[in-house]
């Protein structure tokens, strides 16, 4: 029982950090509870050694991105119908215009930057975490990094208007 203790613990923990980061990197939040559960439940399938490595945080945040990446791949038309199916979905109450605005320009940069920015900014690793995590060089996240920020620059401070990912515009 100390291991599921030990496991309870740690997804009460981090579970919720997980899902957001993913959430901001994917654009979509049923994906994103998808394999995020599934990275969990491997973890827990292997928890005797992931609780041994550096960051069983970074483990299960790693599977669950690649598990995303796998179902886009098995997925295309189904992604692309469910993105045309969301396009005019209305926001949550509670949530600002700047959050709004916010996901809306990390949809319009790569998923590669997207996923460096969010990794360093928003879960606030550092760029050699983020390089070991990604599996990349430092080199490239840096790179990455820059490029993501140039862009999102552009479309958060783009006249006074900015649009959504469905093409609404709202004022500044």
């Known amino acids: ?21 993913l959430y901001v990197v994917l654009g979509n939040r ?14 827990w399938d292997r928890w005797a050694s992931v609780r041994d490595c550096d960051s069983p945080e970074a483990w299960v945040r790693t599977v669950a991105y ?5 179902s886009w791949r098995k997925a295309v038309n189904r992604w692309k119908a469910h993105r045309r199916d969301t396009a005019g979905a209305q926001s949550v109450d509670g949530v600002s215009v700047d959050h709004v605005a916010l996901v809306a320009a990390l949809r319009q940069i ?26 990349t060089n430092v080199n490239t996240v840096k790179t ?28 500044v």
């Open 30 to 43: 049923s994906d994103a509870e998808d394999a995020v559960a599934e990275a969990y439940a491997r973890a």
């Open 110 to 135: 790569t998923v590669d930057q997207r996923r460096v920015v969010v990794l360093h900014y928003l879960a606030g690793l550092s760029v050699a975490e983020v390089a070991a995590e990604t599996g």
């Open 66 to 70: 690649r598990i995303a990446v796998s």
């Open 1 to 21: 029982m100390r291991d599921a203790d030990e496991f309870d613990a740690f997804y009460a923990a981090s579970s919720k950090r997980v899902l957001g980061h």
């Open 144 to 171: 990455w990094l820059a490029r993501g920020r140039k862009a999102l620059a552009a479309q958060l401070t783009d006249g006074d208007q900015q649009t959504t990912g469905d093409g609404r515009s709202y004022a």
